[in-house]
């Protein structure tokens, strides 16, 4: 016959199922801290080594709301990393300061309402997306994307935001901020432009920036609505290139995307590093955009290729396109 447990027993066996859940429970809790603590202590590790200056409140300017344009401002392909005879961290450290001064000079000029800024992919040159790549940069991937770029992406956004009432930042990533080479089975997602986007708007909310709006996109393209009109953005490897610049290739490409992706009449396209723009049929309008990147050796050999180094900014108002900028830096 079975020995009916005494009542210190019970609470003995009850004491020991209880140690356990709690060992479980702590356990458990112990995992999340460390995924996230890690993040966390990447990113304040990241920032410690950072200088971000205070931003100062947006100074309010007396402004016509209806007649107001409103600033679209087209940040692309800066590949800081990347090691040439006229281009290094240093080099588009300096050029970003330059186009940020003159961004800054036109705003104060026009006057407009809403700033709009895309940052088009390729900010990170990467470390390891084609043979040899480590022998063409100066600074590893990981500084890159938590670093450099998101310090410069603050730069702009710091100096510009006292300047006008409302940011809004779209973000859409680059073929070199893939985590490997081409065709790696990787997640889309897994990209370092994504990461330095992500990075820069936690500086920009360190900083003090309040106007500040951030779609981050993890898909392919992003939307923005710029004076009421859609302007679709893309990096642009998705589209043929070449020298001259294809444009039958993007043409081709608009006019697919026109059926699949609703409410844009403007389309901006990255990744050639090539600056032209142009009507493409009756009321569809692209802008092709150049890098501050400069003395590309592969550019120059296999694509018999070599822009400025440019960056694009314009207006607009509800009629449509008022005004296109050269941003130029020596
Ligand atoms: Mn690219």
Same mark, same amino acid.
């Given at each position: 016959?079975?020995?009916?447990?005494?009542?210190y027993?019970?609470?003995?066996a =009850?004491?020991?199922?209880?140690?356990? =859940?709690?060992?479980?429970a702590?356990?458990? &809790?112990?995992?999340?801290?460390?995924?996230?603590?890690?993040?966390?202590?990447?990113?304040?590790?990241?920032?410690?080594?950072?200088?971000?200056?205070?931003?100062?409140?947006?100074?309010? +300017? /007396?402004?016509?709301?209806?007649?107001?344009?409103?600033?679209?401002?087209?940040?692309?392909?800066?590949?800081?990393?990347?090691?040439?005879?006229?281009?290094?961290?240093?080099?588009?450290?300096?050029?970003?300061?330059?186009?940020?001064?003159?961004?800054?000079?036109?705003?104060?000029? =026009?006057?407009?309402?809403?700033? @709009?800024?895309?940052?088009?992919?390729? %900010?990170?040159?990467?470390?390891?997306?084609?043979?040899?790549?480590?022998?063409?940069?100066?600074?590893?991937?990981?500084?890159?994307?938590?670093?450099?770029?998101?310090? %410069?992406?603050?730069?702009?956004?710091?100096?510009?935001?006292? &300047?006008v009432?409302?940011? /809004?930042?779209?973000?859409?990533?680059?073929?070199?901020? +893939?985590?490997?080479?081409?065709?790696?089975?990787h997640? +889309?997602?897994t990209n370092?432009?994504?990461?330095?986007?992500?990075?820069?708007? &936690? %500086?920009?909310?360190?900083?003090?920036?309040?106007?500040? @709006?951030?779609?981050?996109? =993890?898909?392919?393209?992003?939307?923005? #609505?710029?004076?009421? @009109?859609?302007?679709?953005?893309v990096?642009?490897?998705?589209?043929?290139?070449?020298?001259?610049f294809?444009?039958?290739a993007?043409?081709?490409?608009? %006019?697919g995307?026109?059926?699949?992706?609703?409410?844009? #009449?403007?389309l901006?396209?990255?990744?050639? @590093?090539?600056?032209?723009?142009?009507?493409?049929?009756?009321?569809?309008?692209?802008?092709?955009?150049?890098?501050?990147?400069?003395?590309?050796?592969?550019?120059?050999? /296999?694509?018999?290729?070599?822009?400025?180094?440019?960056? +694009?900014?314009?207006?607009?108002?509800?009629?449509?396109?008022?005004?296109?900028?050269?941003? #130029?830096?020596?």
């Amino acid at each position: 016959m079975q020995k009916s447990p005494t009542p210190y027993e019970g609470i003995e066996a =009850e004491l020991k199922r209880l140690r356990t =859940e709690v060992r479980k429970a702590y356990n458990k &809790l112990a995992k999340q801290e460390t995924t996230e603590s890690l993040i966390n202590q990447a990113v304040t590790e990241a920032l410690k080594s950072v200088k971000v200056q205070p931003v100062q409140p947006p100074k309010k +300017r /007396k402004r016509n709301k209806k007649q107001s344009p409103e600033a679209w401002l087209c940040l692309s392909d800066w590949q800081v990393g990347k090691k040439t005879d006229t281009y290094s961290t240093e080099v588009a450290g300096k050029r970003v300061r330059q186009l940020t001064n003159q961004a800054a000079a036109l705003i104060r000029k =026009e006057n407009p309402k809403v700033l @709009h800024i895309v940052l088009q992919g390729d %900010m990170v040159e990467g470390e390891a997306i084609f043979a040899g790549q480590p022998f063409e940069i100066d600074e590893d991937l990981w500084t890159q994307a938590v670093k450099t770029v998101p310090k %410069m992406i603050t730069h702009v956004i710091t100096k510009l935001s006292p &300047l006008v009432p409302k940011i /809004k930042v779209a973000c859409v990533h680059g073929n070199h901020g +893939r985590s490997g080479f081409k065709g790696g089975g990787h997640s +889309r997602k897994t990209n370092w432009d994504l990461v330095a986007y992500n990075t820069a708007s &936690l %500086m920009c909310q360190i900083a003090g920036v309040t106007n500040a @709006h951030w779609d981050i996109s =993890e898909e392919w393209f992003v939307v923005q #609505k710029i004076a009421g @009109h859609g302007m679709m953005c893309v990096h642009g490897d998705q589209i043929g290139g070449g020298c001259p610049f294809n444009v039958a290739a993007i043409y081709k490409k608009a %006019m697919g995307w026109t059926h699949n992706i609703p409410d844009w #009449k403007f389309l901006s396209v990255g990744h050639h @590093h090539t600056h032209a723009s142009g009507e493409l049929n009756k009321d569809i309008y692209f802008f092709l955009s150049g890098s501050p990147e400069s003395g590309n050796e592969f550019a120059r050999e /296999k694509l018999a290729q070599g822009g400025l180094a440019l960056q +694009r900014m314009c207006f607009f108002n509800t009629s449509g396109l008022l005004s296109e900028h050269l941003l #130029k830096m020596d």
